[in-house]
């Protein structure tokens, strides 16, 4: 990650599997692709970041105004009425040229009640691209008649054959504020990405900035790279967002960013993901529910600057919990979905084992700060109440610029390339003999990848296990569960009645740590000791 603090008014900023392999080709690729026509040389276009980052610094310098919303009547449609307005496929931008690159344009409506603007920048120049009725089925002749001819555009698909060379599949999504999904080969929709987080979960609430204009750089038929940039507003910052795109097994985004702060933030949340998690591992089923888990992610994993791997489980609270991971360096963050196993949801139309896991890899020393992890309690999974991010030590005051830059990849769950060994299982139980109010806990936690592939199962392994104050170790053993292939910690846990506690574990061998380390938190109040 890059910084740089200037004044605003001093002008414009500076400058798994086969994919595993594909990746690391891909910077090279990069700077060659201009020579071959698959991206636009720089500047060649006669627009460009440079241009956005000064349509952000002079918005910055004046005050916010909130864009128009839509008509009230689309604000107010249901959930099914919204789904019937369909973009016409075949009215694609660009689809006449044959490129690979596609784009499907999305109509306001429901929650999406602001406009945005959208422009396509080609050799000719800048145009905007207009809302067309025509382009749109709305389900009904008469709904069509109230639609006005000036609706504008809500947010736009990116398509490209990411599984099919002949069928063109949506791999990105930028609908909402500042939210976008993306997706590899063979994957769903799930977590979003967001192009900013400002004062999530603090009491005064959170702002949320809007993507409010788009410009699309026009690729060539036989692409396989494309750039577009977005601007970015609320009542606190304005930014500027260049976004390299290399769709694929995996897709990757390369998003390099320009803030403008109009006033002081106090919670920067950069790069931040939002997620689901409704029930799983370590939790109690919901009563009536018969799916065994239902989330879009079930942990957060962060690579600390010395390497270190940390992997928290996530959980449905019954109360807002907020967690800070505190570092010097921070190199990678994500959730993940590690589970993509169908029977551990057996949900035939929701499809939660193909859902993508998306992982932050910051391009340079991040400096001190924090990761943060906000799980909020919801009823249901209709919900996104998941959200991570980082946030630096480093404050931005207004009338300050701040530069970063990062990738993000939407994949599997291999996509951080761990050499150590990764949990797999975590699962959280009352204390076998104990009575059910006696705060006594067994926590067991399964172990692959790493140093245990090659392991004998005879290997003297052993546990390392930290609680927080008040808490009392009452066993910890390791085994090798040779039915699953993975190594197992277990360990008993008498817990402080009022506080809940917070636990570290993971695997060493002579010594050393061979696996990531498990972090835990396990509130006073859980869903264990709910009633039934």
């Given at each position: 990650?890059?910084?740089?603090?200037?004044?605003?008014?001093?002008?414009?900023?500076?400058?798994?599997?086969?994919?595993?392999?594909?990746?690391?080709?891909?910077?090279?690729?990069?700077?060659?692709?201009?020579?071959?026509?698959?991206?636009?040389?720089?500047?060649?276009?006669?627009?460009?970041?440079?241009?956005?980052?000064?349509?952000?610094?002079?918005?910055?310098?004046?005050?916010?105004?909130?864009?128009?919303?839509?008509?009230?009547?689309?604000?107010?449609?249901?959930?099914?009425?919204?789904?019937?307005?369909?973009?016409?496929?075949?009215?694609?931008?660009?689809?006449?040229?044959?490129?690979?690159?596609?784009?499907?344009?999305?109509?306001?409506?429901?929650?999406?009640?602001?406009?945005?603007?959208?422009?396509?920048?080609?050799?000719?120049?800048?145009?905007?691209?207009?809302?067309?009725?025509?382009?749109?089925?709305?389900?009904?002749?008469?709904?069509?008649?109230?639609?006005?001819?000036?609706?504008?555009?809500?947010?736009?698909?990116?398509?490209?054959?990411?599984?099919?060379?002949?069928?063109?599949?949506?791999?990105?999504?930028?609908?909402?504020?500042?939210?976008?999904?993306?997706?590899?080969?063979?994957?769903?929709?799930?977590?979003?990405?967001?192009?900013?987080?400002?004062?999530?979960?603090?009491?005064?609430?959170?702002?949320?900035?809007?993507?409010?204009?788009?410009?699309?750089?026009?690729?060539?038929?036989?692409?396989?790279?494309?750039?577009?940039?977005?601007?970015?507003?609320?009542?606190?910052?304005?930014?500027?967002?260049?976004?390299?795109?290399?769709?694929?097994?995996?897709?990757?985004v390369e998003v390099e960013v320009r803030l403008f702060a109009r006033a002081p933030i106090a919670r920067l949340g950069l790069a931040p993901l939002t997620s689901m998690f409704y029930y799983g591992e370590g939790m109690t089923r919901p009563r009536g529910q018969w799916r065994p888990e239902v989330h879009d992610s079930d942990g957060l994993l962060i690579r600390a600057g010395d390497d270190r791997w940390t992997w928290r489980p996530l959980s449905n609270p019954l109360r807002l919990q907020q967690y800070s991971f505190q570092l010097d360096q921070v190199r990678g963050f994500g959730l993940l979905q590690r589970d993509q196993r169908f029977a551990a949801y057996e949900d035939g139309e929701a499809r939660y084992e193909r859902r993508p896991s998306a992982w932050v890899e910051l391009h340079s020393g991040s400096g001190?700060?924090?990761?943060?992890?906000?799980?909020?309690?919801?009823?249901?999974?209709?919900?996104?109440?998941?959200?991570?991010?980082?946030?630096?030590?480093?404050?931005?005051?207004?009338?300050?610029?701040?530069?970063?830059?990062?990738?993000?990849?939407?994949?599997?769950?291999?996509?951080?390339?761990?050499?150590?060994?990764?949990?797999?299982?975590?699962?959280?139980?009352?204390?076998?003999?104990?009575?059910?109010?006696?705060?006594?806990?067994?926590?067991?936690?399964?172990?692959?990848?790493?140093?245990?592939?090659?392991?004998?199962?005879?290997?003297?392994?052993?546990?390392?296990?930290?609680?927080?104050?008040?808490?009392?170790?009452?066993?910890?053993?390791?085994?090798?569960?040779?039915?699953?292939?993975?190594?197992?910690?277990?360990?008993?846990?008498?817990?402080?009645?009022?506080?809940?506690?917070?636990?570290?574990?993971?695997?060493?061998?002579?010594?050393?740590?061979?696996?990531?380390?498990?972090?835990?938190?396990?509130?006073?109040?859980?869903?264990?000791?709910?009633?039934?």
């Amino acid at each position: 990650m890059r910084w740089h603090h200037q004044a605003v008014g001093t002008g414009k900023a500076g400058p798994g599997r086969f994919a595993r392999a594909r990746r690391r080709l891909h910077t090279l690729w990069f700077c060659t692709l201009g020579l071959v026509g698959v991206l636009p040389a720089p500047h060649a276009l006669g627009f460009g970041f440079d241009d956005v980052t000064e349509l952000a610094r002079s918005r910055s310098e004046r005050p916010y105004v909130a864009p128009d919303e839509i008509p009230r009547f689309l604000q107010n449609l249901s959930y099914d009425q919204f789904r019937s307005i369909r973009f016409k496929p075949d009215q694609s931008l660009w689809r006449p040229s044959s490129t690979r690159f596609q784009v499907m344009l999305t109509a306001p409506g429901r929650h999406l009640n602001h406009r945005v603007d959208i422009h396509e920048v080609n050799r000719e120049g800048v145009a905007p691209i207009p809302f067309d009725k025509a382009q749109f089925d709305f389900g009904n002749e008469d709904f069509a008649k109230r639609i006005p001819a000036d609706l504008g555009l809500a947010g736009l698909r990116l398509t490209y054959p990411i599984n099919d060379p002949g069928i063109q599949d949506q791999f990105l999504v930028f609908e909402g504020a500042s939210y976008f999904r993306g997706v590899g080969a063979g994957e769903v929709f799930g977590l979003s990405a967001r192009g900013l987080a400002v004062d999530t979960a603090l009491p005064k609430g959170e702002e949320f900035p809007r993507f409010t204009r788009f410009w699309l750089e026009r690729p060539t038929p036989w692409a396989q790279v494309m750039r577009l940039y977005a601007l970015l507003e609320s009542p606190s910052v304005a930014g500027a967002y260049q976004f390299t795109l290399y769709p694929g097994e995996d897709t990757r985004v390369e998003v390099e960013v320009r803030l403008f702060a109009r006033a002081p933030i106090a919670r920067l949340g950069l790069a931040p993901l939002t997620s689901m998690f409704y029930y799983g591992e370590g939790m109690t089923r919901p009563r009536g529910q018969w799916r065994p888990e239902v989330h879009d992610s079930d942990g957060l994993l962060i690579r600390a600057g010395d390497d270190r791997w940390t992997w928290r489980p996530l959980s449905n609270p019954l109360r807002l919990q907020q967690y800070s991971f505190q570092l010097d360096q921070v190199r990678g963050f994500g959730l993940l979905q590690r589970d993509q196993r169908f029977a551990a949801y057996e949900d035939g139309e929701a499809r939660y084992e193909r859902r993508p896991s998306a992982w932050v890899e910051l391009h340079s020393g991040s400096g001190p700060g924090r990761v943060m992890l906000i799980l909020i309690s919801t009823p249901d999974e209709t919900n996104d109440n998941v959200v991570a991010f980082w946030t630096p030590a480093e404050t931005i005051e207004a009338g300050e610029m701040l530069a970063f830059d990062y990738s993000l990849t939407f994949g599997d769950s291999s996509i951080p390339e761990q050499p150590v060994a990764h949990t797999v299982n975590s699962f959280v139980g009352l204390g076998e003999t104990a009575p059910a109010d006696a705060g006594i806990y067994r926590f067991v936690v399964d172990y692959a990848g790493g140093a245990l592939r090659e392991m004998d199962e005879a290997a003297p392994v052993v546990g390392k296990v930290t609680l927080s104050a008040g808490a009392v170790l009452l066993d910890s053993y390791v085994e090798y569960i040779e039915a699953s292939d993975v190594w197992r910690l277990s360990f008993l846990v008498d817990g402080p009645e009022a506080n809940g506690m917070e636990i570290n574990a993971g695997l060493h061998l002579d010594g050393d740590a061979i696996s990531e380390t498990w972090s835990y938190h396990l509130p006073a109040q859980n869903s264990l000791q709910a009633p039934p």
